[in-house]
């Protein structure tokens, strides 16, 4: 695969390794730097000071697709792990079609930026994207919300109004929350899609509808159907195709180009010249964390991280109030049991090693004694945990 990119190369300065994103004139949008990528297991591919081309070839390329723009990046779908890989090969396989999609993943995967993209590299790309969350519309208003109503339908209608479903035609509606919808209104829907039409609250004759429509869950719905709170059969209309978005716990290696992404953008909202780097240590803290909040939460820790930092490099003092006072049980999202033993096993270590070398006064071979472990282990525990000692 080639990819012919532009000669405004030297507008990023003496830069040679790096991530290269391209847009759809193949002109370079963004290149990262290699420091930013040391955690990240990926082969970085070479620049010649002034290239004509980059050739882009499996598996050794940075990036591993190059699509019609940069949307994929620019909204956070990094797919350097197997994880997002296996994401972006779905949504390449499903985006043109017409296929209904369930999208399930937990709070802050992305759900709602995946529906767009999905939207944005199918047929219907022009026509318009209309999202609705479930859980945000009152019981009483969901119906007239959803397909509309007739001027005098009820008290208060003092005009005709389009519902979601109507200013969807032609295009993507995308329903978030989706274990939030009534029986009532899953009836509804389920006639919706076999009909492929509506009658808004007041209407006489119904409404021709096109569109398609895209699901999001952060539930397990397959339980909600066993359990008789969704209906089986709109389940199995819905259910065409399922992408199932991984946590942020489970893409670790992600993180790097994540966090440089994010960077990026805070330095912009900070009204910032030169864009922070981000320090090795710091990059390793980021994958340590267990992300309960998944990607929404690493993006406010990096604004946070971000706004308090005073020099031109986040560090680990930056991020770690991640780690102060947070109970590792606290979360809602409960992190593998093994993860949770090796973290405990590491806190209690470095604190007993901390104590240690308290009482011995600073000399290692006596606190080793202490400890009742042997000297060569003991410096060897220290240099493991040496920024946490420091």
Known sequence: MMANIESNYNKFGDVKFGA???????????????????NSNLTLTKLEDNPSALEISEPY????????????????????????????KKIDMVAKSNFTIILQGDTGTGKSLIASIIHGFSNRKEKPFVAVDMGMIPETLIESE????????????????????????????????????SPNVQSKLLSVL???????VGAKEHINLDLRIIAATNMDIRRYVEEGKFRSDLFFRLSEFI?????????????PLLTAMMVKEATEELGRDQIFNVSDDAIALLQEYHWPGNIRELKNVIRRAALI?????I????????????????????????????RTIK????????????????????????????????????????????
């Not at 390329?61 to 779908?77: C, P, Q, V, W």
């Not at 076999?194 to 808004?200: G, L, N, P, R, V």
């Not at 992408?243 to 993180?255: C, F, M, Q």
């Open 20 to 38: 290269v994103i391209v847009d759809q004139n193949a002109v370079i949008t963004h290149l990262y730097k290699q420091s930013a990528l040391n």
């Open 61 to 88: 390329a940075t990036i591993k697709h190059i699509y019609s723009d940069n949307r994929m990046f620019e909204s956070g779908l990094i797919c350097a792990s197997s994880a997002m890989k296996e994401v972006i």
């Open 146 to 181: 959803l397909f509309g109503h007739e001027k005098g339908a009820f008290t208060g209608a003092i005009q005709r109004k389009m519902g979601f479903f109507e200013h969807a035609h032609s295009g993507t509606l995308f329903i978030d929350e989706l274990q939030n919808m």
């Open 194 to 200: 076999d009909e492929k039409k509506i009658y808004s």
């Open 243 to 255: 992408i199932t978005l991984p946590p942020l716990r489970e893409r670790k290696e992600d993180i």
């Open 309 to 313: 930092c005073r020099g031109d490099c």
């Open 315 to 342: 560090e680990t003092e930056h991020i770690d109030f991640l780690f102060k006072g947070n109970d590792i049980m606290s979360s809602s999202i409960c992190p593998p049991l093994k993860e949770i033993t090796e």
């Open 347 to 390: 806190t209690v270590e470095i604190n007993a090693i901390k104590h240690a070398l308290k009482l011995a006064g600073g000399n290692k071979s006596k606190a080793s004694r202490m400890l009742q472990i042997d000297y060569k282990s003991f410096l060897n525990k220290i240099k493991k945990y040496n920024k946490e000692l420091s």
